[in-house]
């Protein structure tokens, strides 16, 4: 008896010795995991602070492009200008913003600008509010919209231009010192322009959700407008680029199809009038839609955002999510995502070597951020729908796969490219210098005129002002970039631009579910 409770008793310090260890490798393993579950939750809190500090400098550049009598004026080389502009008609056109680095308004590309701030706000104005950026995108918004409702005077009569752009061009001087003539440029029922018209309307409906709760007066103004002017367009139709020459230099339009479907689209997310949803998914989506060939989103090309913004009512309203049209704007959508996963099947190969989307020279960033932004509303709306997953081509991808790839674009913008340089002017310790900016390479107190300014233009000094938030056109295809002043094809920003960047930044801030719906 006693031989066999000694040798119980040597088994059971074994168990004992087991157990511990094993207990002692369980928590081991815990600790390694909190370790690496902390690790990466701080890596991705940092990602995210850093999104949040690239958003808070490119939404500055919407005050440096304003025009007009400076309200609260936050940028310190920037004064008032253009107040006459649109005097002649007696009226006040003088807000707005320039275009890029000249002193144009031109309202195709502006109205664009307005229209994605506006969903960027719809869609992230928490995360926004959240850096202390909703209010200035609010803000920047308004002071776009306030010139578009002066721009629309009458039912059938839309300003859609002020100044001349080739005698605009030949000057180089302050916005707060030019003298050169600002006629305006109009289109009507005589001389129609239906992707402008479009286009305004699309901005005024989309900033009327904006302003919903927050100013109801203005929000109906804007929804009166955006009703007019979309009846307008679509009552006279024709190409504004067509019926005005001499826009087609900067702002040439390849169809006004487009901009028809997303104004209609912004009006029934506005008002929820089965109408708008019907000229959608009617006749004008047979004639228009271009279902299953994705296109890139720019201001000229409103295709791919109008399949994503519909794609939200297929994921969210289950009173017309079977409507087989709209399940062709989803899929049209999904395929415009497949084009841009890189390890998707049907992936474009419109890339740099280190994955940056890269369809054109001029303004090369303009696609793969615009992209990047309806990659992660798409992830999005996904994810508040609890939608696992997508297919291309038989292989399949889930939101963080889209939310991947917009975290690559914008991280490329933000440094991590092989020039190693932020094209974001303002963030990290190394961006461009020598913008293409009239305003940014003239000091304030310089004494000028339309031609005594184009030694500033020449000069090899870096810009004394920095157009803090402006996103530069980018890198070529080869991933160079010359930091010259005179290199406009690279280093001249855009207003428009700063709209994707900021809707992409504000999407990126934190990971979160958006609204089913704007009302």
């Known amino acids: 008896m006693g031989e066999k409770s000694k040798k119980g008793g040597w088994c059971g310090w074994i168990i004992v010795l087991i157990v511990a260890a094993a207990a002692a490798g369980a928590i081991v393993v815990l600790v390694m995991k909190k370790h690496k579950d902390s690790s990466s939750d701080a890596a991705s809190g940092a990602s995210e602070k850093k999104y949040g500090d690239a958003l808070k400098i490119a939404m500055q550049f919407f005050d440096v492009q304003k025009s007009g009598k400076l309200v609260n004026n936050k940028i310190p080389w920037r004064g008032d200008s253009a107040i006459k502009d649109g005097s002649q008609e007696k009226l006040d056109l003088s807000q707005g913003m320039y275009d890029a680095g000249d002193h144009m308004k031109f309202n195709f590309p502006m109205a664009y600008t307005a229209t994605v701030l506006s969903w960027a706000i719809l869609e992230y104005g928490d995360q926004m509010k959240g850096v202390g950026q909703l209010e200035p995108a609010q803000d920047s918004l308004k002071w776009i919209t306030d010139y578009l409702i002066n721009c629309h005077p009458k039912d059938n009569v839309l300003y859609i231009q002020v100044g001349d752009a080739n005698a605009d061009h030949k000057c180089w001087d302050r916005p707060e010192d030019m003298t050169e003539a600002r006629p305006l440029i109009q289109i009507n029922a005589s001389t129609p322009g239906t992707e402008v018209a479009a286009e305004t309307a699309a901005a005024m409906a989309a900033a009327s959700l904006v302003f919903k709760s927050k100013n109801s007066g203005y929000s109906s103004n ?20 067509e019926n005005i020459p001499e826009v087609a230099t900067y702002y040439n339009s390849t169809g006004y199809g487009d901009e028809l479907l997303w104004a209609a689209s912004w009006l029934y997310h506005a008002t929820g009038d089965q109408t708008y949803f019907d000229y959608a998914t009617g006749k004008n989506a047979d004639s228009f839609g271009n279902f299953g060939n994705p296109t890139w989103f720019s201001w000229d090309n409103k295709l791919a955002g109008t399949q994503v913004l519909l794609s939200r009512v297929s994921f969210f309203n289950s009173k017309v999510s079977n409507s087989d049209t709209l399940q062709e704007y989803r899929k049209t959508a999904e395929a415009v995502m497949c084009g841009l996963l890189p390890k998707s099947p049907t992936a474009t190969s419109s890339r740099t070597d280190s994955g940056l989307i890269w369809i054109t020279q001029w303004n090369a960033l303009q696609h793969p951020v615009a992209s990047a932004f309806l990659a992660v509303v798409y992830s999005d709306y996904m994810l508040t729908s ?77 810009n004394p002002n920095v157009a803090t938030g402006a996103l530069v056109g980018g890198p070529f295809l080869n991933e160079t970039y010359i930091d010259s002043r005179n290199n406009s094809i690279q280093g001249e920003p855009t207003t428009y631009n700063s709209a994707v960047i900021v809707g992409l930044l504000s999407g990126l801030v934190s990971t979160s579910s958006v609204v089913q719906s704007f009302t």
């Open 222 to 241: 804007l929804l009166k407008h955006a009703k007019q002017l979309f009846t307008f367009a679509d009552r006279y139709r024709g190409t504004y680029s």
């Open 386 to 462: 609890k939608t696992g997953k997508m297919t291309c081509d038989g292989n399949e991808y889930t939101p963080s796969d889209l939310r991947k790839f917009a975290m690559s674009q914008a991280n490329y913008v933000l440094g991590d490219n092989p020039a190693k340089m932020s094209y974001l002017v303002g963030y990290g310790d190394k961006y461009p210098q020598y913008v293409h900016h009239r305003g940014a390479s003239i000091p304030t107190d310089a004494d000028t005129n339309c031609k005594e300014g184009w030694k500033y233009l020449d000069s090899t000094e870096p």
